[in-house]
T-cell receptor
Framework: GAVVSQHPSWVICKSGTSVKIECRSL??????MFWYRQFPKQSLMLMAT?????????EQGVEKDKFLINHASLTLSTLTVTSAHPEDSSFYIC?????????FGPGTRLTVL | GDSVTQMEGPVTLSEEAFLTINCTYT??????LFWYVQYPGEGLQLLLK?????DKGSNKGFEATYRKETTSFHLEKGSVQVSDSAVYFC????????????FGKGTTLSVSS
């Protein structure tokens, strides 16, 4: 079946560095992908909608200069957390829509020291 | 804007007990409704869905009915198992193409033998 993969599955970085997270749709093309952030024991908060070939649409309160999203192909979207700080530590999940169901990636655990 | 409200957890049940997790929504138009499940250490998985009023989604013994008159989509299972222990998320998607899923806060279910 349709699968969305994410890489890496976990990453630890030092404060001030940048981290890139990849989201790939396997066996299907996704013109639109979604990026969510999940805090421990909390729900998924939509960060942005990533559109292939155009600029991402960010939710209110999400810093677009800090969370850079690039959707360069129909199977790949990337989220770059720039100048990461400890408060950016979280679980980042991407999703792509294939007809009705939304397919979710397994998530990326980011820890910023 | 659109929103989803779920009952607060955690819910603790004994094996074979009846489960209900309440979910209500606020949305314009005709949203589709979903229940997703997140097992410990895993990504989100679609449990069931309903795309129009009075539709009943069902899977693995779980079911939920799309009630437009009460704007609800309560999740039920007649006899829970230990393996059902997970976090359950109610979600909706708007009726416009390319819209993201909006999630409730999630309800943690713990089933003991």
């Amino acid at each position: 079946g349709a699968v969305v993969s994410q890489h890496p599955s976990w990453v630890i970085c030092k404060s001030g560095t940048s981290v890139k997270i990849e989201c790939r749709s396997l066996d299907f093309q996704a013109t639109t992908m979604f990026w969510y952030r999940q805090f421990p024991k909390q729900s998924l908060m939509l960060m942005a909608t990533s559109n292939e070939g155009s600029k991402a649409t960010y939710e209110q309160g999400v810093e677009k200069d800090k969370f850079l999203i690039n959707h360069a192909s129909l199977t790949l979207s990337t989220l770059t957390v720039t100048s990461a700080h400890p408060e950016d530590s979280s679980f980042y999940i991407c999703s792509a829509r294939l007809s009705s169901p939304y397919i979710f990636g397994p998530g990326t655990r980011l820890t910023v020291l | 804007g659109d929103s989803v409200t779920q009952m607060e957890g955690p819910v603790t049940l004994s094996e074979e007990a009846f489960l209900t997790i309440n979910c209500t929504y606020t949305a314009t138009g005709y949203p589709s409704l979903f229940w997703y499940v997140q097992y410990p250490g895993e990504g989100l998985q679609l449990l069931l869905k309903a795309t129009k009023a009075d539709d009943k989604g069902s899977n693995k013994g779980f079911e939920a009915t799309y009630r437009k008159e009460t704007t609800s989509f309560h999740l039920e299972k007649g006899s829970v198992q230990v393996s059902d222990s997970a976090v359950y998320f109610c979600a909706l998607s708007g009726d416009q193409a390319g819209t993201a899923l909006i999630f409730g806060k999630g309800t943690t279910l713990s089933v003991s033998s």
